[in-house]
């Protein structure tokens, strides 16, 4: 059974930091591509960054600068480190773990930036 637990989130004052984790099981960690995605009250989820299985990184232009994504394959685990945060930065945050057309989702963790 493939699980994704996110941790790390929080109540954070702006320009503050957060690092979430995003801990993998049942699967073939190294060879998925894993994505963190957000979402905002009334808002669409969107794609905040991307880690591929080779170690290329993207993010999204609004976290561009800021944000961090990194794994650790040996530990089965993916991190996106959280910098010079800002109110609209608050939103869940969701793992994704992609494999070819396997599609593997966490139950996500808040972050809240509001002073």
């Known amino acids: 059974q493939v699980q994704l637990v996110e941790s790390g989130g929080g109540l954070v004052q702006p320009g503050g930091s957060l690092r979430l984790s995003c801990a993998a099981s049942?699967?073939?960690?190294?060879?998925?591509?894993v994505n963190w995605y957000r979402q905002a009250p009334e808002k669409r989820r969107e794609l905040v960054a991307t880690?591929?299985?080779?170690?290329?990184?993207s993010y999204a232009d609004s976290v561009k600068g800021r944000f961090t994504i990194s794994r650790d394959n040996a530990k089965n685990t993916a991190y996106l480190q959280m910098n010079s945060l800002k109110p609209e930065d608050t939103a869940v945050y969701y793992c994704?773990?992609?494999?070819?057309?396997?599609?593997?989702w966490g139950p996500g963790t808040q972050v809240t930036v509001s002073s």
């Open positions: 994704n773990a992609q494999m070819r057309t396997y599609d593997y």
């Open positions: 880690i591929t299985t080779g170690g290329g990184t």
């Open positions: 049942g699967l073939i960690f190294r060879i998925h591509t």
